[in-house]
């Protein structure tokens, strides 16, 4: 059985009961917030199917120019999620200001922070600020680092801080060969899978909209680049996913 790791089930085109039918091998998953809309969507499905779905709450880099307005809206339906995210930075696409994006970023941190909760960070173009944030605020050992697609010199920089390793489609695309020189150095006790759906589909389904039951592709890549056998890849890393998100 897998947990996917990260999945926004309630943006998908489909409808979330029959994603989670095609999915029986998907024990459960996270559905994160990009926004309060969102946010308030994926808390309403872990009500609804409370033993498959774990909601994640927070602002994604691109709506962060909606911080000042959606703030106290995340803040209250972050006290009943299970983590803050999706958050982060996102300097490739830059459709908030970096300022703005910063600010609601490390605001995010600090709020996981005050609540105990594990943060779920986006990162693209963005390595060293996020490192930097997530350095000056502490919060490393509670931080997962979303469908990573770092190097491994900013991998072992990121473990080092503490942060778990959560990867995605990326690391069975043809062109994923930097993420998975990445994937070799990541202590298997250290990392989650995901599917990121509706985005990301791994081979043979790339350009397709996601869905969860295919996190099993990207456990049989993580596999392969660990020489190990796809359950245990399953085993390990739903049970890391356990310890991170329902402990």
């Known amino acids: 059985m897998w947990v ?10 489909h409808e979330p009961s029959v994603l989670l039918e095609r999915a029986p091998d998907v024990d459960w998953l996270v559905a ?5 809309a969102s946010s308030s969507a994926a808390l309403q499905l872990a009500a609804r199917y409370p033993d498959r779905i774990t909601a994640a709450v927070g602002l994604h880099p691109h709506e962060a120019d909606k911080w000042s307005v959606e703030r106290n809206l995340i803040i209250e339906e972050a006290r009943r999620s299970a983590a803050i995210g999706e958050i982060g930075l996102d300097f490739y696409r830059n459709l908030s200001p970096r300022d ?6 490390t605001d995010q941190l600090e709020m996981a922070a005050d609540l105990d909760k594990p943060a779920v960070v986006h990162c693209r173009d963005a390595f060293r600020e996020i490192f930097d944030a997530i350095e000056s605020t502490g919060t ?22 503490g942060a778990m390793i959560s990867f995605a489609g990326p690391v069975a695309f043809e062109t994923g060969e930097t993420v998975r020189q990445a994937a070799a150095v990541v202590p298997p006790e250290r990392a989650m899978v995901e599917t990121d759906t509706p985005y990301l589909s791994p081979p043979p389904f790339r350009g397709e909209p996601n869905e969860p039951a295919r996190v099993a592709l990207v456990g049989k890549a993580l596999a392969r680049v660990w020489g190990t056998t796809v359950g245990d890849v399953a085993r390990i890393t739903s049970a890391n996913a356990r310890r991170v998100f329902r402990p």
Do not use: K, N, Y
Request: glycine letters at 10%.
């Open 100 to 105: 703005q994006q910063l600010a609601a970023f």
């Open 140 to 161: 490393g050992e509670r931080v997962v680092m979303h469908c990573w697609t770092g190097g491994p010199r900013w991998t072992r920089r990121f473990l080092d801080l």
């Open 32 to 36: 994160p917030g990009i926004d309060a």
């Open 4 to 13: 996917d790791s990260h999945c926004h089930l309630q943006l998908a085109d």
